[in-house]
């Protein structure tokens, strides 16, 4: 409000005091206190009008005075706008002239507008502002998520790197063992016959595995016994291990490819392993319970026997990586090779990693089998180099994956010199065999 008093008088003397007070049902409450004015007699009340309008900060003509009911004209004296003034005696008692106020009714849209306008500029600086903290936000967000989609990339790459890092290191030692292995003089490896013979085997394998550093049961897994008429004998194989006659002396422990017969001996020692027990399951289950991949050790009987006849009908000598079991007894349960005799032991590769986990879920299923038509039949082949040759998964890693499958002749499809087709659950993938070439065969 402005300093300028309201008690200021208006107009040359002699000055009349008037109460100003807002009309009943004013068009916008405000200065309801009202106040005091002196105003001129001979002044017009537009004099009166305009100091209220200063007083109250409003525009010019932005306001209206009344008296008993009636405008007030601005051009007029109060006396002309018939304002009855008090006598001495009234004045001494205190009475005065009362005039109420209002605002014009453009005076009152103006407001409106100013207070509407108010409130949209808040609401746009509320917008804004909220939109600034948004953004800020975002942006935060974003910063953080790229900091950690760099730390997350960076710390994959490192991942990526140290395996990378640790395949070379293992393919250099495997590399590295094999060319010790191929270079090995006949002298160490040729065996003649004498009483002590089998502690000469041990003996040469201990001297064999220090040189190429592995150990001692890695050195019977990788060795061949190749007898002076040129046989093979599965003499480490597992549990049906063949020993050697008399007359197949001398013989030579050979490092390298060298190929079973299949359905031969290890394929018999396999078998063994996948027949039914009493509880209608395999019997390598027995001491494992629970459904899923079941890793096998690598220095038991059933890793040897696995990876000796999958080697053995592979053509080259590979790195196992791993041999999980699979125990799967709702789908094994449907599996009509429960029991039977003639049980054989083949091998499926499936060429993506979603195909492989439908397998080890739901097993083999002759609905999602493309090969000879629809629902022609489950394909398996009995040598493993079949299956390799473009049928198994690779990972990114290089790692290839094959199934070991035993298979039953409840339903045969088809049965060649290569690959066998069976009907729905006459085939159960009883391993999964993971495995890598190494850089340099010998």
């Not at 002239?97 to 509407?116: C, G, H, M, S, Y």
């Not at 160490?188 to 394998?205: K, N």
Request: one cysteine or more; proline letters at 5%; a neutral charge.
């Amino acid at each position: 409000m402005s300093a300028e008093q309201w008690d200021k008088p208006l107009g040359d003397p002699p000055h009349v005091a008037l109460r100003l007070k807002p009309a009943s049902g004013a068009k916008k409450d405000f200065f309801p206190e009202g106040c005091v004015a002196m105003q001129g007699k001979a002044a017009p009340v537009a004099m009166l009008k305009e100091h209220f309008c200063r007083m109250m900060e409003l525009p010019s003509g932005s306001v209206l005075l009344m008296h008993e009911g009636k405008d007030l004209e601005d051009s007029k004296t109060l006396t002309e706008n018939n304002i009855v003034l008090p006598g001495p005696a009234a004045r001494r008692r205190g009475e005065m002239p009362e005039i109420l106020f209002d605002l014009t009714v453009e005076e009152v849209e103006r407001q409106d507008k100013a207070v509407e306008m108010a409130r949209e500029t808040a609401d746009r600086i509320r917008r804004e502002e909220e939109r600034r903290i948004r953004l800020e936000e975002e942006r935060r967000e974003g910063q953080i998520k790229a900091r950690l989609h760099w730390e997350r990339t960076r710390m994959q790459q490192e991942e990526m790197n140290q395996r990378a890092y640790e395949r070379k290191l293992i393919e250099d030692r495997e590399s590295a063992q094999a060319q010790v292995l191929a270079a090995l003089p006949m002298e160490l490896r040729r065996i003649e016959y004498t009483a002590d013979w089998g502690i000469m085997v041990e003996q040469r394998l201990r001297e064999i595995a220090r040189q190429a550093d592995i150990t001692l049961q890695d050195c019977a897994t990788k060795v061949s016994i190749v007898t002076a008429r040129g046989g093979l004998i599965e003499m480490f194989s597992g549990g049906n291990a063949v020993i050697p006659e008399k007359n197949d002396f001398p013989f030579v422990m050979v490092f390298g490819p060298v190929s079973v017969q299949v359905q031969g001996p290890t394929h018999m020692n396999l078998i063994r392993f996948a027949r039914s027990d009493q509880r209608a399951l395999p019997i390598c289950w027995q001491h494992q319970r629970g459904d899923g991949l079941i890793p096998i050790p690598s220095n038991g009987d059933e890793f040897l026997a696995v990876s000796s006849y999958f080697r053995g009908t592979l053509g080259w000598l590979p790195t196992i990586v791993s041999i999980e079991r699979v125990q799967n007894q709702q789908v094994y349960s449907r599996f009509k090779g429960v029991n039977e005799p003639g049980l054989t032991i083949m091998f499926h590769g499936c060429r993506n990693l979603g195909n492989e986990d439908s397998i080890v879920r739901n097993g083999f299923q002759i609905s999602k089998c493309r090969s000879g038509g629809a629902n022609y039949g489950i394909w398996v082949a009995y040598a493993s180099s079949y299956s390799d040759s473009g049928f198994v998964f690779q990972d990114c890693e290089g790692i290839k994956h094959i199934f070991v499958v035993v298979v039953s002749r409840t339903k045969v499809v088809l049965d060649n010199q290569t690959m066998r087709v069976v009907g729905e659950d006459c085939a159960y993938p009883l391993w999964l065999v993971k495995y890598r070439n190494l850089r340099r065969n010998v």
